[in-house]
């Protein structure tokens, strides 16, 4: 136990240090600065939007939703760069981080539809190569929903061979042994979920496209959704290259989360050390900035749905929007009842062995109750990014922020503004 109390202390030690920095720090705040709009039933949300910045607790962000089909809320503010006082516009991108995740398994659910891909048959029935070192059984689903044990890489790999070197990109992820027997539990793939899940995507597409043309021309030219999965140079001025952690003074609600000590006490009891594994699986990102990794020109270039879609909020929300007004968009459907139907269909629920907390997945998208305590999916980003849907209550939620919050699962600052949200709409609901 010695080992957990000097956690605990070290914990406190730093939110009191972040207190006194941010103390010392905050004797000039910048101004306050928020655009964009909320319909009349959902004016809580703008003031809740504003309120966290006001605290000092947000820097630059986006929220949208979209209620009932229709846009009811798109709210931008802060700043995309402090030091050059650059403010977060309406056409702003950030990064999605793992939200872009949920947005790939919509995609797998698109071919799934179109009969490209079964949930159900091996991912070596589409990538031949992949059937060694005991991956033989993995199925689709497996490996969607985190199942495979391919969380990290005995030799991390090189995203710039998706160019240079195709075959030995595909080569090394194919040769992975699993970490643990797959399909006997499930452990959150951070970094290469993507890696697998994109080639996959391609091996299965009867058109022979990388997966920024079929995400392109199978969801989102053909519905207007503003999110990209290696983003063109002709948008990369949008993207506001600053990214900032939020203050650990700012993070001392943890002290009192029951989760998050369970997750500390996980990581330092479990001896498995699968969180470490999988945080090293892609060598760009081994370095000691591997957020200003994340900025690099090249990098955004490049397609890769673990971590490196970029979009905006209203974008997002759109998608998720289309989803839970049942998968319809003027007059054009995108995903069929029963297709949506699938996606909240828990495939694995219980404690993750890689973040050491319990967690719920359906094929790539995870379930996660609503504050009405409804199945709502979608998917978290790091540092308290959110693209989710509500089929129940009609709602498309998005919400990208440039101030990461380190410790988060799903972000605090977003969690206001769902709570927000979610008061608004029962006020709606029951006609007051």
Same mark, same amino acid.
């Given at each position: 136990?010695?080992?957990?109390k000097s956690?605990?202390?070290?914990?406190?030690?730093?939110?009191?240090?972040?207190?006194?920095?941010?103390?010392w720090?905050?004797?000039?705040?910048?101004?306050v600065?928020?655009?964009?709009?909320?319909?009349?039933?959902?004016?809580?949300?703008?003031?809740?939007?504003?309120?966290?910045?006001?605290?000092?607790?947000?820097?630059?962000?986006?929220?949208?939703?979209?209620?009932?089909?229709?846009?009811?809320?798109d709210?931008?503010?802060?700043?995309?760069?402090?030091?050059?006082?650059?403010?977060?516009?309406?056409?702003?991108?950030?990064?999605?981080?793992?939200?872009?995740?949920?947005?790939t398994?919509?995609?797998?659910?698109?071919?799934?539809?179109?009969?490209?891909?079964?949930?159900?048959k091996?991912?070596?029935?589409?990538?031949?190569?992949?059937?060694?070192?005991?991956?033989?059984?993995?199925?689709?689903?497996?490996l969607?929903?985190?199942?495979?044990?391919?969380?990290?890489l005995?030799?991390?790999?090189?995203?710039?061979?998706?160019?240079?070197?195709?075959?030995?990109?595909?080569?090394i992820?194919?040769?992975?042994?699993?970490f643990?027997k797959?399909?006997?539990?499930?452990?959150?793939?951070?970094?290469?979920?993507?890696?697998?899940v994109?080639?996959?995507?391609?091996?299965?597409?009867?058109?022979?496209?990388?997966?920024?043309?079929?995400? $392109?021309?199978?969801?989102?030219?053909?519905?207007?959704?503003?999110?990209?999965?290696?983003?063109?140079?002709?948008?990369?001025?949008?993207?506001?290259?600053?990214?900032?952690?939020? !203050?650990?003074?700012?993070?001392?609600?943890?002290?009192v !989360?029951?989760?998050?000590?369970? !997750?500390?006490?996980?990581?330092?009891?479990?001896?498995?050390?699968?969180?470490?594994?999988?945080? $090293?699986?892609?060598?760009?990102l081994?370095?000691?900035?591997p957020?200003?990794?994340?900025?690099?020109?090249k990098?955004?270039?490049?397609?890769?749905?673990?971590?490196?879609?970029?979009?905006?909020?209203?974008?997002?929300?759109?998608?998720?929007?289309?989803?839970?007004?049942?998968?319809?968009h003027?007059?054009?459907?995108?995903?069929?009842?029963?297709t949506?139907?699938?996606?909240?269909?828990p495939?694995?629920?219980?404690?993750?062995?890689?973040?050491?907390?319990?967690?719920?997945?359906?094929?790539?998208?995870?379930l996660?109750?609503?504050?009405?305590?409804?199945?709502?999916?979608?998917?978290?980003?790091?540092?308290?990014?959110?693209?989710?849907?509500?089929?129940?209550?009609?709602?498309?939620?998005?919400?990208l922020?440039?101030?990461?919050?380190?410790?988060?699962?799903?972000?605090?600052?977003?969690?206001?503004?769902?709570?927000?949200?979610?008061?608004?709409?029962?006020?709606?609901?029951?006609?007051?």
């Open positions: 136990m010695d080992w957990f956690a605990v202390t070290a914990v406190v030690v730093a939110i009191l240090i972040g207190y006194i920095y941010k103390k720090k905050g004797s000039r705040p910048l101004p600065l928020t655009s964009g709009f909320a319909d009349p039933r959902f004016k809580k949300v703008e003031q809740v939007f504003r309120e966290n910045f006001e605290s000092g607790a947000e820097t630059g962000a986006g929220f949208a939703v979209y209620y009932k089909g229709e846009l009811v809320v709210l931008w503010g802060g700043y995309g760069n402090k030091k050059a006082l650059l403010p977060w516009r309406e056409i702003t991108m950030s990064q999605a981080y793992s939200s872009s995740k949920g947005i398994a919509l995609l797998v659910a698109k071919f799934v539809e179109l009969g490209y891909l079964d949930y159900k091996p991912v070596s029935h589409y990538w031949p190569e992949f059937a060694q070192n005991g991956k033989e059984d993995i199925t689709v689903e497996m969607l929903s985190h199942q495979a044990g391919l969380i990290g005995d030799e991390p790999i090189q995203l710039s061979l998706l160019k240079t070197d195709y075959k030995r990109y595909t080569s992820l194919a040769a992975q042994k699993p643990w797959p399909g006997t539990a499930f452990g959150y793939h951070m970094l290469t979920w993507g890696l697998y994109d080639v996959l995507l391609m091996k299965a597409d009867p058109k022979n496209r990388t997966v920024d043309q079929i995400l $392109r021309e199978e969801i989102t030219e053909p519905f207007g959704i503003d999110f990209f999965q290696g983003t063109p140079t002709s948008e990369q001025y949008r993207i506001r290259p600053s990214v900032y952690m939020q !203050s650990l003074w700012d993070q001392k609600y943890h002290l !989360s029951k989760v998050f000590w369970k !997750s500390i006490k996980y990581r330092i009891f479990s001896g498995n050390g699968y969180d470490h594994i999988a945080e $090293r699986a892609v060598a760009d081994i370095n000691d900035a957020f200003d990794a994340c900025m690099d020109y990098l955004r270039l490049t397609p890769m749905s673990s971590f490196n879609g970029y979009g905006t909020a209203r974008g997002i929300a759109k998608l998720y929007g289309i989803i839970s007004n049942g998968g319809v003027e007059n054009k459907t995108l995903f069929k009842e029963s949506l139907d699938a996606m909240e269909v495939l694995v629920k219980g404690l993750d062995l890689v973040i050491g907390v319990n967690n719920s997945f359906g094929p790539g998208l995870m996660i109750k609503s504050p009405k305590g409804n199945t709502m999916f979608g998917h978290p980003g790091f540092g308290g990014q959110m693209g989710i849907a509500d089929r129940q209550n009609n709602l498309g939620i998005a919400y922020t440039n101030n990461l919050a380190m410790f988060d699962h799903i972000g605090r600052l977003y969690t206001r503004l769902s709570e927000a949200l979610y008061d608004s709409l029962a006020e709606i609901q029951t006609g007051n």
